[in-house]
């Protein structure tokens, strides 16, 4: 009987535990990866307790949330009214949050507000983020966590950093704590000011369709009027065009970016602000938003241009090639993601076209495809994606085998078969072409930004129609 006993004890002996994760009153000092996708918004991956979540930063919610699937116990502790910019007052139970985990990081328990959706989401309002800096690298897709800081730190970090930058000031909704940002937009002869709200979690600008009608905007298919005749009709998928065409979007004078489109929200604004500001805006800066000391900080490499040559700045020199990045990693699965963006304005657009590492020989060739466009545009895409496994499945082996990708060269057109920015891979023998691209405007699917834009501009251009005047009678 004794020898049994022994046995077990030197067994439970060899075991060894996982160490415990420290527990963290702050998420402050954490550089995360944002989740992988098209888009650009703050997503993270996480867990809670053994569970994955997806985790979201959304600085206008004043309390942060969380879906059922996320919590063994969901025990009731109060309830909260709670005001979302683009809609009504709702109410929600809250609950207790334990055990979230971020870049192996286990953070403090905390309340949240329980929603619905599907699987595991967590959304860190500013109960979480008040006190923090949300320091973003588009072009890096990841972000720093800092401790806020006086507006005069942040004046002597940009000019030591010598880039372009601008601190904007963010205004507090008196009601709803929101920050709010002053935007001038403008479309033609019109040029409007609106207060909107700064957003984290959007991937695109928005703005209330009243908003635009009062401001007497083309929205929608109007923005291509006078491009056909009399009963003709645009080519799909244009007719179901809806959004908001601009020149430029300021967010302070002369400063902002210019050609675009903004999405466009159904009604009237229920809370008085015209629209939210998404990362196809702020996203095309090196961003930084603190909450404590009501700035969203803005930087990006200085341009020197010379003709048709531009060079960039960044670490105290300029080069031309200062002017693309290009960033890879592997994901939670060992894809590879690659990341690609242009600090240059691009008139013609461009191609970047990759060397793919250990394929000395390889047939298949891959690059970023960018149209014209203004500077600041950010690109990311697994290697392989799903479509090129399933059309160029050599060229999708080669890529899953590639311990990474580099720069190769640089042209300047884009690839005229993939509409949009996209990530394309062309098979050098059967000469066939696979693209992934980005959404494109105003839930348009095959048609890029640039294309809507140039229709748009023609139309602006076009003189009106003269009609015939019958001679008055006699």
């Known amino acids: 009987m004794r020898r049994p006993a022994l046995l077990a004890l030197l067994a439970l002996a060899g075991c060894t535990r996982a160490p415990a994760l420290p527990t963290v009153d702050s ?3 954490l550089t995360l990866p944002l989740k992988p996708g098209p888009g650009l918004r703050l997503w993270l991956e996480g867990k809670v307790g053994e569970v994955d979540a997806d985790v979201q930063l959304d600085v206008t919610a004043p309390i942060s949330f969380v879906t059922p699937f996320c919590l063994d116990e969901k025990r009731v502790v109060a309830h909260v009214d709670v005001e979302d910019p683009l809609g009504p007052t709702e ?4 609950s207790r949050v334990n055990g979230l985990t971020l870049g192996g990081v286990r953070f403090r328990s905390f309340d949240a507000a329980l929603a619905g959706g599907k699987g595991c989401v967590v959304v860190l309002g500013q109960d979480v983020l008040g006190a923090l800096i949300i320091d973003v690298s588009p072009a890096r897709r990841e972000l720093t966590f800092r401790p806020s800081q006086s507006k005069a730190a942040w004046e002597a970090e940009v000019q030591a950093q010598g880039v372009e930058a601008q601190l904007l000031t963010l205004t507090r909704d008196p009601t709803h704590d929101w920050p709010l940002l002053p935007i001038r937009l403008t479309q033609g002869p019109r040029v409007v000011t609106w207060s909107v709200v700064l957003s984290t979690r959007d991937a695109r600008s928005r703005l209330f369709v009243a908003s635009a009608q009062d401001a007497d905007l083309r929205l929608g298919r109007a923005l291509l009027d006078g491009l056909v005749s009399d009963g003709g009709v645009l080519p799909e998928p244009l007719e179901r065009l809806s959004g908001v065409a601009f020149e430029a979007l300021e967010l302070s004078p002369g400063f902002g970016v210019t050609d675009g489109i903004l999405e466009l929200e159904p009604g009237a604004p229920p809370h008085g602000v015209a629209g939210l500001l998404g990362a196809d805006v702020w996203g095309r800066f090196d961003v930084a938003v603190d909450l404590k000391a009501g700035l969203l900080v803005l930087r990006r490499p200085r341009v020197f241009t010379s003709g048709a040559r531009a060079q960039c700045e960044r670490a105290g020199s300029a080069a031309e090639d200062r002017c693309f990045e290009l960033h890879t990693r592997r994901d939670g699965t060992g894809t590879l993601v690659a990341t690609a963006t242009v600090w240059r304005q691009l008139p013609e657009g461009a191609r970047l076209l990759l060397d793919v590492a250990g394929a000395e020989s390889s047939r298949c060739r891959v690059g970023f495809s960018f149209p014209p466009g203004d500077r600041g545009r950010s690109a990311q895409h697994s290697f392989p994606w799903d479509r090129l496994v399933q059309s160029m499945p050599e060229c999708a082996a080669t890529l899953a085998a590639a311990p990474g990708l580099t720069f190769g060269l640089y042209e300047e057109e884009p690839m005229r078969e993939c509409p949009g920015l ?16 980005q959404p494109g405007p105003a839930g348009l699917e095959g048609v890029s930004e640039h294309q809507v834009l140039d229709l748009y501009r023609r139309a602006m251009q076009k003189p009106p129609a003269v009609r015939d005047v019958e001679p008055p009678d006699p």
């Open 27 to 29: 998420l402050a000092g």
């Open 91 to 94: 109410s929600f139970p809250v």
């Open 422 to 437: 996209c990530a394309f891979a062309h098979d050098l023998h059967s000469g066939r072409i696979s693209c992934e691209c």
